[in-house]
């Protein structure tokens, strides 16, 4: 079988599918996914669509933390080892805890930094200090991911800041949360805190459960458009334990309540005694990560989420429109049959654009394969909206993308990121792709 019959099969699959289990109340459909684990047994108590590749958003800082944790079991770091902040790691986009390039974290307050913050710009500091890079140190984090049987996962960056590239499964995040647990007792713990004081500014913790439900001890909150809201949540009580992940919810409110009736459904089901079942075993360790300290340049995300979208989201009515649309976009899709990505996927994800130099924020709502359609999606577009886009200018930008040439479609001249989010939400009621540049 050829690549473009390989294709064909691959996008009809994509488009004709029916997800493998119902969605329940507040969650996406094409998001889903959830899996209840009896942390003593090893026993699978609930499943939906566990094995289906999904974006795990900040679940992926599990890893972080977890390479973090394994540097310092092995005294390879201390808690106070300074670790620094550079431009890079600065830079990242929010959420943040806001320090400078130049200044230091401490590791153990880095570890605090991302289970209550959730802060990208530490998660990017710890993994250039472990791993050289960020792109580095993602490596390091899918090969550990391996060595604990996370197969089905993938690691773009320390963060889950959106990317492709950066994939898992609800399977593949309770083993993680289970390993956690069991490898490193005494720093999960850390995964119980309510909130934190650095630097005089007291952080409060995003998990609520941890917060508000008897039992629970951890672990970790994940969002982005991308994603949905996602929740890895560990729980034990009177000898009972579980835990379970949800992906997908179409809020944090909604994911919070689902998981929450998972855990009060399951946790009476779940063993009181340890048994000798498929639980996370000491598996042997992942070559030990280099303690450099240096910079690394952004990568630059927005042109393939950007074809993603305009090739895949129309949803082409026949064969030969979605052959032309995989052909003219061959960029890297994890898990071809999760193709179908929702219009709002990216609405409200702040890219940065470094080829814009002026200062403000834009829109953008598809990349096309020449410019004539560009111009024409955004009189389109104009047309649809017409009051919201006047103190805008259109724009077609030209890029390359695996070879191919490729012309941005952008409205510029927004005032405020706000004013940039209004438009993306008013343009995918009129099924318009949209997400926001910040240039």
Not at 29 to 51: H, M, S
Not at 99 to 115: F, N, W
Not at 156 to 180: E, Q, R
């Amino acid at each position: 079988m050829n690549y473009k019959k390989i294709m064909v099969f691959l996008i009809i699959l994509a488009f004709s599918c029916s997800w493998t289990q119902a969605a329940p109340k507040g969650t996406h459909p094409d998001k889903y996914a959830a899996i209840v684990i009896d942390a003593n047994t090893g026993k699978t108590l609930f499943r939906a669509n566990e094995t289906a590749k999904r974006y795990p958003a900040s679940l992926t800082k599990m890893m972080t933390l977890y390479l973090l944790f394994e540097a310092m079991k092995e005294r390879r770091i201390t808690p106070n080892t300074p670790i620094p902040i550079s431009t890079y790691a600065a830079e990242r986009p929010p959420t943040k805890i806001g320090l400078k390039a130049g200044q230091t974290i401490s590791a153990e307050a880095a570890a605090k930094a991302l289970i209550t913050k959730s802060a990208n710009d530490v998660a990017a500091a710890i993994g250039e200090y472990l791993g050289g890079s960020e792109k580095k140190f993602a490596k390091l984090m899918t090969t550990k991911a391996h060595k604990l049987g996370m197969m089905n996962t993938k690691f773009a960056n320390a963060s889950g800041l959106p990317d492709v590239n950066n994939y898992s499964t609800a399977k593949d995040m309770a083993t993680l949360s289970l390993a956690l647990r069991k490898n490193f007792p005494q720093q999960y713990k850390l995964f119980k805190m309510k909130s934190f004081v650095f630097r005089g500014q007291t952080i409060n913790s995003h998990n609520r459960l941890v917060q508000t439900m008897k039992g629970v001890d951890g672990i970790k909150t994940g969002y982005t458009q991308m994603s949905g809201s996602n929740l890895a949540t560990s729980m034990q009580i009177d000898g009972h334990s579980i835990v379970a992940v949800v992906m997908g919810g179409k809020s944090s409110t909604e994911r919070d309540i689902h998981m929450a009736n998972l855990l009060n459904k399951y946790l009476p089901k779940s063993s009181r005694f340890q048994t000798n079942g498929h639980l996370i075993a000491s598996l042997p360790t992942a070559a030990e990560a280099p303690i450099p300290a240096s910079k690394t340049s952004p990568t630059n995300l927005e042109d393939n989420i950007s074809v993603l979208l305009t090739a895949l989201t129309s949803q082409p009515n026949d064969a030969n429109t979605a052959i032309a649309a995989v052909n003219q976009a061959i960029i890297p899709i994890p898990n071809p049959h999760k193709v179908k990505l929702s219009q709002a996927d990216q609405a409200d994800s702040v890219m940065r654009d470094s080829s814009l130099t002026n200062g403000g924020w834009a829109i953008q709502i598809g990349s096309l394969p020449n410019e004539e359609n560009a111009n024409s999606l955004l009189a389109k577009a104009k047309n649809s909206v017409p009051s919201l886009l006047k103190n805008t200018s259109s724009s077609t930008q030209l890029f390359e993308k695996n070879g191919r040439r490729y012309y941005r479609a952008r409205f510029v001249g927004f005032q405020s990121r706000k004013a940039a989010l209004d438009a993306c939400s008013t343009l995918k009621k009129e099924n318009f792709n949209c997400y926001t540049v910040v240039y």
